[in-house]
């Protein structure tokens, strides 16, 4: 028996208790309305997503009459009204952007935009995207806990999220790891919760959670949880969640090159005290799609895995300078957290450097290896 994992379980579980957090549990599927979504009350304007605009009749007339044919010009992949959609991860303004950089007028569209009512059918319209009922998992009897969550509003990987999911599966299976998969975000309450050492976020893109989930989720992992973002969980074009941005993440994504997409480039391993990806070579080459930041991660003790020399490809205008991070962990409060910009492509959760260092992040996010965080 894994006692230290035991342990940590017990301590989070008495932590979640104490705060109040436990939900009873749920069927797997209601019909139950969501009333706590994010941006359910918030003024229509150009800094709502784009979708919560060009769904509603009344807002995308108003947007027309100043961007005649925005969104004719734009392209359908862009503007999809179905789940997932990657409207939901632009502003109407960063789409405006697309079609006409200068963005004359924006002003007085998001005056008009603001005098419209936000009705009970607009705050339903907006939360018909979140799950609403909790759920609660049977776990088998393994001493070490991974869910993997793969709900996506956003951009969807495709064949990319399935690979990751196949591989993420087998390779917690080969450590003994129990392992849970679901796209649900009913997962993410106190009961659930208390049963996972780690979650990762399995190229997730768009806002996901309710106010509530979100809440659950916060408490987990400030009180001892594990968090493995991988890729696409990191890199949407806006977070209307700050602490998963700031305190999780670090960073905001701005862009990777599309001139090619995908490019082979020199990856350098660093070491670092949770000794992961320890045994891959100092220097690796590999190609994938390769996401650059705003700026380095803004975490206190946060500690680099992976870096890319920007020489070693072509960035472009998404040159960061200096250090460029690819996958990098740190502590929040008493809970583990670790993101890698790695697996766009498929046949990366085949190659054998990135299913080291996951197998070693998976490791250290559930509390198994050295050093790790203390309250």
Not at 321 to 343: D, F, L, N, Q
């Amino acid at each position: 028996m894994n006692m230290k994992s035991l342990f940590n379980r017990t301590v989070l579980t008495a932590a979640l208790l104490s705060a109040n957090l436990f939900t009873a549990q749920a069927a797997q599927a209601g019909d139950t309305p969501v009333a706590d979504c994010v941006l359910r009350e918030t003024p229509f304007s150009v800094q709502l997503p784009a979708y919560d605009v060009m769904t509603r009749p009344e807002a995308r007339a108003i947007t027309e009459k100043y961007y005649p044919g925005l969104f004719e010009v734009l392209p359908a992949w862009l503007l999809s009204e179905k789940m997932p959609s990657f409207a939901t991860i632009l502003t109407l303004e960063q789409l405006i952007e697309r079609a006409d950089p200068a963005k004359p007028r924006l002003a007085e569209l998001d005056a008009e935009l603001s005098a419209l009512p936000v009705t009970e059918e607009v705050k339903a319209a907006r939360c018909a995207r979140f799950d609403a009922e909790p759920q609660y998992f049977t776990v088998d009897d393994s001493q070490v806990q991974v869910l993997v969550f793969q709900k996506i509003n956003g951009y969807d990987h495709g064949r990319s999220v399935t690979a990751a999911t196949e591989a993420l599966t087998r390779m917690s299976k080969e450590m003994g790891y129990g392992v849970t998969v679901t796209a649900n975000g009913g997962a993410f309450n106190a009961n659930n919760l208390s049963q996972f050492d780690v979650v990762v976020w399995n190229n997730v893109s768009g806002d996901t959670l309710t106010l509530s989930q979100r809440a659950a989720f916060e408490d987990y992992i400030n009180n001892g949880g594990g968090f493995l973002g991988v890729h696409a969980s990191g890199g949407d074009s806006i977070y209307f969640w700050e602490w998963y941005r700031d305190a999780l993440l670090g960073v905001q994504f701005i862009g990777h090159p599309m001139e090619p997409q995908f490019q082979q480039a020199t990856l350098t391993t660093h070491e670092n005290s949770a000794h992961i990806a320890e045994s891959l070579p100092e220097h690796w080459s590999v190609k994938d799609e390769w996401y650059s930041f705003a700026a380095e991660p803004d975490l206190d003790g946060v500690e680099y895995v992976i870096t890319i020399d920007e020489s070693s490809y072509k960035p472009g205008n998404l040159a960061m300078g200096g250090v460029h991070p690819i996958a990098w962990k740190h502590c929040v409060e008493a809970g583990r957290a670790m993101y890698t910009a790695i697996g766009h492509r498929e046949e990366m959760y085949d190659v054998p450097e990135n299913i080291t260092l996951i197998k070693d992040a998976l490791k250290w996010t559930s509390g198994q290896g050295e050093k790790v965080c203390q309250p």
